[in-house]
Structure formats: structure tokens, C-alpha cells
């Protein structure tokens, strides 16, 4: 093991895009079924980590966006993981309901 993967980033040290914003997939933390993905900026992972409940970028409506705030469906964040190059993030979540807009559990629900 290198030095970078012994020791643990802080928030500012996330590599984010261009755009300041990096993915971040979203975990069942008890199910393990990948549940969705969606962007973060510097600000929403300080909120993520502060109120321990999921935060996002969203690109469409250019805002924050606190997951559940119009469904209910909070995230409630256990643990927040970043992958071996600190350019994507991996959240461990006990969902309070489904996770994607169409009330399916996982945004990932179709096949090709």
C-alpha cells in the first residue's frame, strides 16, 4: 500500500470535475442493493456529513437538493466512503423509502 491509500482524505481533498462536482452512488447499507446515483458539489457533502441524511447537486435544476425533502424518502447516511482515486463516493444509507422517483426501490431496475 502506498501513502495515499493508508491515509484518509478530508472533504477538501475530494477530487471533484470541471463542473466542481463529483458522483456519488448511493448504498442500501443493510441490503446492499445499490440504490442510485447522483452528484455532489463541496456543499452538499459538508451537509451530507453535518446532518448525516444525503445531499445532491442537481445539474437539471442547478440546486441543492436534500433527498426526501418533497417524498419523505430520507437517506439517513452511516457511512460515506470515498473509492481509491477520491473522485467518486460511495454512501451507505438506511433508506426511509424508495429511492427513485418512480417509487421503485433502486433507480436500477431495468435491464437492456
Known amino acids: 500500500m502506498n501513502d495515499f491509500e493508508r491515509e484518509q482524505l478530508t472533504p477538501d ?21 445499490v440504490l442510485m446515483m447522483a452528484w455532489m458539489n463541496a456543499e452538499s457533502l459538508a451537509l451530507t456529513l453535518e446532518q448525516r441524511t444525503t445531499w445532491f447537486w ?3 435544476r442547478q ?18 466512503r470515498y473509492d481509491c482515486d477520491a473522485d467518486t463516493l460511495l454512501a451507505l444509507v438506511k433508506p426511509a423509502g424508495p429511492a427513485c422517483h418512480t417509487g421503485n426501490t433502486t433507480c436500477f431496475y431495468r435491464s437492456f
Request: charged share 30%; aromatic share 4%.
Open 63 to 80: 440546486k441543492l437538493w436534500h433527498k426526501g425533502e418533497e417524498s419523505g424518502n430520507v437517506q439517513q447516511l452511516v457511512e460515506l
Open 58 to 60: 442537481t445539474r437539471s
Open 13 to 33: 481533498q475530494v477530487r471533484f470535475n470541471e463542473q466542481g462536482l463529483v458522483p456519488c452512488i448511493v448504498q442500501d447499507a443493510d441490503t446492499k442493493d
